[in-house]
């Protein structure tokens, strides 16, 4: 469905109108909590603290995650360039990931949402699932299994690259890591020279490997699993969430899921007038909507 046979003209350029500053400040602020988190840590050091400051930190990661998905639809920022770099030094490499082939991937998920040819199609089709198996999937996310399996996939994939001559292979392997090792790199120098080097691994590795992944998992989950998947209007699902949830699990208003599949040139920051709009223009009987992350996964464990 067209985004034009849904709302008017002067609404959708409402809801396309970009605001860089925003994002600005959303990456500036997601790192200073991350680096706020490792410092009090370091200063108080406790296993209650340290478990409170992963949870922030993991959070913070996928907050990062979301602004690299914002910029692949070109929403970070409206100069292409500025968009494309501050998306891979800000937010993707740090947490091993990275825009340019994301983007290609990301967007044939959007056109071919929930049919055979959608990229994404494996995270929702096997629900629902038992509240056992949920269970199971959980437990590998908090001990870090997931994460080492995630990991180990995509170097994997780094390291079967072809090329013409191995010269050539080594090169295109060392350009496909170099933005992570860099960022990486100096992560690790800032937090060893102003904090002690063990926080880099506390503070910033293990919540990617078990908080975030548990993140990614609901998310994935809540955003298509177990929808009736007729029309434009419920095979992607929003989700509504307290004010602490969307902090700790679904940053920059992720949950609209909705709404971004409809408006796809609408930055994250006016999803939740596009919600409000769509219930203007009658649309809510249509709309796949839940009301809480514990409703949604209680659809998905009915199986």
């Known amino acids: 469905m067209k985004p034009s046979e849904i709302l008017n003209q002067s609404q959708l350029d409402e809801l396309r109108r970009k605001n860089d500053f925003i994002n600005i400040f959303s990456i500036l602020s997601n790192w200073f ?3 706020l988190s490792m410092y009090l840590y370091f200063l108080f050091p406790s296993a209650v603290l340290f478990i409170f400051c992963l949870i922030v930190v993991g959070s913070r990661q996928f907050a990062l995650a979301v602004l690299m998905h914002e910029a692949s639809h070109n929403l970070l920022f409206k100069n292409r360039k500025l968009n494309d770099f501050i998306s891979q030094w800000f937010c993707a490499y740090p947490i091993f990931s990275d825009t340019t082939p994301y983007r290609p991937y990301h967007l044939a998920h959007h056109r071919f ?31 870090g299994l997931t994460g080492l399996r995630r990991y180990g996939i995509a170097f994997k994939s780094i390291f079967r690259t072809e090329a013409e001559t191995p010269f050539r292979r080594i090169i295109l392997i060392v350009k496909k890591l170099r933005g992570f090792i860099i960022t990486n790199s100096l992560l690790l120098i800032f937090v060893s020279t102003s904090m002690h080097w063990s926080i880099f691994f506390l503070l910033w590795w293990v919540p990617a490997f078990t908080y975030y992944s548990l993140i990614v998992r609901i998310r994935n989950i809540a955003e298509h699993a177990v929808t009736p998947g007729e029309n434009d209007f419920n095979n992607t699902r929003t989700t509504k969430a307290s004010l602490l949830v969307r902090y700790l699990m679904v940053p920059h208003h992720v949950n609209y899921h909705l709404e971004h599949h409809l408006f796809t040139r609408c930055p994250w920051y006016n999803l939740p007038k596009a919600h409000e709009m769509l219930k203007e223009n009658g649309f809510s009987d249509k709309m796949c909507v839940e009301n809480s992350y514990f409703s949604v996964l209680k659809k998905a464990t009915s199986g």
């Open 113 to 143: 949402t929930e049919t055979k040819n959608d990229p994404d199609l494996s995270l929702s089709a096997p629900f629902p699932i038992t509240k056992v198996s949920l269970v199971r999937k959980i437990l590998r996310d908090i001990t």
């Open 33 to 35: 909590q991350i680096f």
